[in-house]
């Protein structure tokens, strides 16, 4: 794949989704469709109370149908899978938004029933792409400054992508608390992805894919930005997670999530630390002020587009390295 197309799908993409922002925003106010902040969360947060949210429509939706049409249109197939992967992860992100607007809560569905759909869900792929992934879909791949190492793990390919795809998933779910935050994080880690794919020649649907993500998340930043005129909701951030998920096991690469996506790895183990030692002091101790740790430096006194800024910044330098490890240091 060529970088014209790339550039004309990234275009497609952008342009549609800005497009869709005065759709969206307008059409949930009117179902009231709103965010319901925690009450325990930084006081700064009520302020947001009633803002829109599922506009994670507006990228998914051009993220989706750009795909699957060029899919169709130049037969690049290996482009469909990421599109379902995302459609099917958006799909439970939506019902779990549709049912905390119903209730005018902040809870959607039981936790057992979010965590068997995603759970079901990351089976019925990982057995795809074990069967279906090609050959070489169980060997692991990992490119470290010049030195190369392969390591097949055989038919443990299937709870390791299930691990990758649930890991992922709530790691990109729980970035998603600050304007703009989880998108712009998310856009500079699918571009990255995609940067890889380009350079080492990789599959051309990887090689676009990412780059289509991207264009779609910076449009949606437009809206999405501080002060937030709508929020993706979990529509879009367990699709997002879905998405690099799946590309990073579609190119065999686990340094692309260890390294470029670290951001999201800290996020998620703060509040798997949070919650543990909490529950084991009794309910007395807490390692950080709250949990994700971006609300963690807001209580610290950073203001809302510092921290935005701050770990937008960090994962480009991680995505950078990330980069020159894989691709360039030989």
Same mark, same amino acid.
């Given at each position: 794949?060529?970088?014209?197309?790339?550039?004309?799908? /990234?275009?497609?993409?952008?342009?549609?989704?800005?497009?869709?922002?005065?759709?969206? =925003?307008?059409?949930?106010?009117?179902?009231?469709?709103?965010?319901?902040?925690?009450?325990?969360?930084?006081? @700064?947060?009520?302020?947001?109370?009633?803002?829109?949210?599922?506009?994670?429509?507006?990228?998914?939706?051009?993220?989706?149908?750009? $795909?699957?049409?060029?899919?169709?249109?130049?037969?690049?197939?290996?482009?469909?899978?990421?599109?379902?992967?995302?459609?099917?992860?958006?799909?439970?992100?939506?019902?779990?938004?549709?049912?905390?607007?119903?209730?005018?809560?902040?809870?959607? #569905?039981?936790?057992?029933?979010? /965590?068997?759909?995603?759970?079901?869900?990351?089976?019925?792929?990982?057995?795809?792409?074990?069967?279906?992934?090609?050959?070489?879909?169980?060997?692991?791949?990992?490119?470290?400054?010049?030195?190369?190492?392969?390591?097949?793990?055989?038919?443990?390919?299937?709870?390791?992508?299930?691990? *990758?795809?649930?890991?992922?998933?709530?790691? *990109?779910?729980?970035?998603?608390?600050?304007?703009?935050?989880?998108?712009?994080?998310?856009?500079?880690?699918?571009? /990255?992805?995609?940067?890889?794919?380009? $350079?080492?020649?990789?599959?051309?649907? /990887?090689?676009?894919?990412?780059?289509?993500?991207?264009?779609?998340? =910076?449009?949606?930043?437009?809206?999405?930005?501080?002060?937030?005129?709508?929020?993706?909701?979990?529509?879009?951030?367990?699709?997002?997670?879905?998405?690099?998920?799946?590309?990073?096991?579609?190119?065999?690469?686990?340094?692309? #999530?260890?390294?470029?996506?670290?951001?999201?790895?800290?996020?998620?183990?703060?509040?798997?630390?949070?919650? $543990?030692?909490?529950?084991? @002091?009794?309910?007395?101790?807490?390692?950080?002020?709250?949990?994700? =740790?971006?609300?963690?430096?807001?209580?610290?006194?950073? $203001?809302?587009?510092?921290? *935005?800024?701050?770990?937008?910044?960090?994962?480009?330098?991680?995505? *950078?390295?990330?980069?020159?490890?894989?691709?360039?240091?030989?």
């Amino acid at each position: 794949m060529n970088i014209t197309e790339i550039l004309i799908l /990234m275009g497609i993409t952008f342009v549609a989704a800005v497009a869709l922002g005065p759709v969206v =925003i307008p059409t949930m106010r009117r179902l009231k469709a709103r965010q319901t902040e925690r009450d325990d969360g930084p006081q @700064s947060h009520l302020k947001k109370q009633g803002t829109p949210t599922i506009g994670g429509l507006i990228f998914l939706v051009p993220i989706i149908l750009v $795909s699957v049409i060029f899919a169709l249109i130049r037969k690049e197939y290996g482009l469909i899978v990421p599109a379902v992967c995302v459609f099917g992860y958006g799909l439970i992100g939506f019902l779990d938004d549709f049912l905390k607007i119903k209730k005018r809560s902040k809870d959607g #569905l039981y936790p057992w029933q979010k /965590m068997l759909a995603l759970l079901l869900l990351s089976l019925g792929l990982a057995f795809w792409l074990f069967f279906k992934g090609g050959d070489n879909i169980t060997v692991l791949t990992f490119d470290m400054f010049g030195h190369t190492a392969d390591l097949d793990i055989k038919w443990f390919f299937i709870p390791y992508a299930v691990f *990758v795809l649930l890991a992922t998933t709530n790691a *990109v779910n729980l970035t998603d608390g600050l304007d703009g935050l989880c998108s712009g994080i998310s856009a500079i880690v699918y571009a /990255m992805i995609s940067c890889v794919a380009f $350079s080492l020649g990789a599959d051309p649907s /990887m090689q676009a894919f990412g780059f289509i993500c991207a264009a779609g998340l =910076i449009a949606f930043l437009i809206f999405n930005y501080n002060p937030a005129r709508i929020f993706m909701g979990d529509t879009g951030s367990l699709a997002l997670g879905g998405g690099i998920a799946i590309m990073t096991l579609i190119m065999r690469r686990p340094l692309l #999530l260890i390294l470029g996506g670290l951001i999201f790895v800290i996020e998620a183990l703060s509040d798997i630390i949070q919650v $543990s030692v909490f529950k084991l @002091s009794g309910r007395k101790k807490r390692v950080f002020k709250m949990a994700p =740790i971006h609300h963690h430096f807001e209580l610290s006194g950073w $203001s809302e587009k510092r921290v *935005v800024w701050t770990f937008w910044i960090f994962t480009l330098v991680m995505c *950078v390295f990330t980069y020159l490890t894989v691709c360039l240091i030989r």
